[in-house]
């Protein structure tokens, strides 16, 4: 049974500021144009593709309890994701609570931690909810977003337990290059420290040989993780999952799991087998509209250069423009909503100063919500 200390510290977790931004705004808003997912698949298209295997699942489903670890199925397919992470190594969770489970199950309160920031809340509140000390580790703005690696050296202590990296990065869209990310494994290596990967971004490289390889390849002492929401569309499933090959601590991850959700969702997991399976095919479509869109961005902010300061994305879905003007972010979202009916994020919601606000490029009607952004900018040419 939780103490009365631990119950009041549960219950003292801060807002998750972003999720209450989108749970304001996102279904009400005409436009999005902060989403970080892509283009979701219909169910229809989705179940197009299914194999004769995939298919009769389907139609035979019975909705009753699942494994606890996820489908054998399921986390075949999972692990093909890798090189050498198998099956057995695979923990199926939503998203989220996978960050909630790994976090509990690594960290103690007086640990430290280092986090990339600014990001998803969660990586770096919960830690700080469960008494962890968190050191932010902010990329080099004027260095195209880089995470420097000297930041990870300098700033371990002996209290440091566990380095937080999300490759590529959310909001910033920015990715190590290989050399650097090498050095960021060799300092936690060298440590002897615990890595929680943040790859919910992964195989959203737009050139696939920059992909950087999975944590939970490089060392046992690596947790990835994965899901099928933003690379492939699908967010709406809820699928997602743990990746570690210490059979420890995937079995501690297993237990704490069994307080949370216990199962995943039967349909929801033949469903993601055959994304999985179609994983070419969907992931190549994807691309193809980002890179798209992308260049259509890249041409936008070259005529708004007064109005706006941006580095280019090397991955993801998302960039992180700055407001090259005197006016606060959050103002400048309001009514750019207001008037325009365009939802962003501005860069309040992750607690990162005042000037910067995230667009998200990986929806199919990009170009008609870009269209009506330009025309608010040049008819409020001020901001």
């Not at 920031?117 to 008494?131: D, I």
């Amino acid at each position: 049974m939780l103490s009365a200390k631990k119950r009041t510290v549960l219950l003292e977790i801060k807002p998750f500021e972003l999720e209450r931004y989108f749970a304001r705004h996102e279904f009400s808003a005409r436009y999005l144009m902060s989403s970080s997912d892509c283009e979701p698949l219909a169910l229809s298209a989705l179940l197009a593709l299914a194999d004769t295997e995939c298919r009769s699942l389907w139609q035979n489903l019975k909705l009753g309890y699942t494994y606890s670890d996820g489908h054998p199925l399921l986390r075949n397919e999972i692990a093909k994701l890798y090189q050498i992470t198998a099956p057995a190594d695979i923990l199926t969770a939503v998203p989220e609570e996978g960050i909630f489970i790994a976090l509990n199950c690594l960290l103690k309160k007086g640990d430290h931690v280092i986090c990339t920031f600014p990001g998803y809340q969660s990586l770096y509140q919960l830690a700080e909810t469960l008494g962890c000390e968190v050191s932010y580790w902010i990329p080099e703005e004027e260095n195209r977003w880089r995470f420097n690696p000297d930041f990870l050296a300098q700033n371990i202590r002996p209290n440091t337990s566990l380095v937080i990296t999300n490759f590529p990065h959310n909001p910033t869209g920015a990715m190590p290059d290989r050399e650097d990310y090498a050095r960021i494994l060799e300092i936690i290596n060298q440590h002897n420290l615990w890595h929680f990967s943040d790859e919910m971004y992964r195989l959203m490289e737009y050139a696939p040989d920059t992909r950087l390889p999975a944590a939970c390849d490089q060392s046992s002492k690596a947790v990835s993780l994965g899901g099928l929401s933003k690379s492939f569309g699908l967010p709406g499933l809820r699928s997602g999952w743990l990746a570690c090959r210490d059979e420890d601590m995937l079995s501690k991850m297993a237990g704490f799991k069994d307080y949370t959700t216990i199962c995943g969702s039967a349909t929801d997991e033949i469903l993601s087998v055959i994304a999985l399976r179609n994983k070419q095919t969907i992931i190549s479509s994807q691309l193809n509209r980002l890179n798209q869109n992308l260049t259509l961005l890249e041409d936008f902010m070259g005529r708004h250069k007064t109005d706006f300061i941006w580095v280019k994305p090397k991955a993801g879905s998302v960039c992180f423009p700055r407001l090259n003007k005197n006016s606060l972010c959050m103002d400048f979202c309001r009514q750019v909503l207001a008037k325009a009916g365009i939802m962003l994020l501005p860069s309040e919601v992750y607690g990162y100063g005042q000037n910067h606000f995230r667009i998200g490029f990986g929806r199919a009607d990009f170009p008609e919500v870009l269209q009506v952004f330009e025309d608010y900018i040049t008819a409020n040419s001020t901001l």
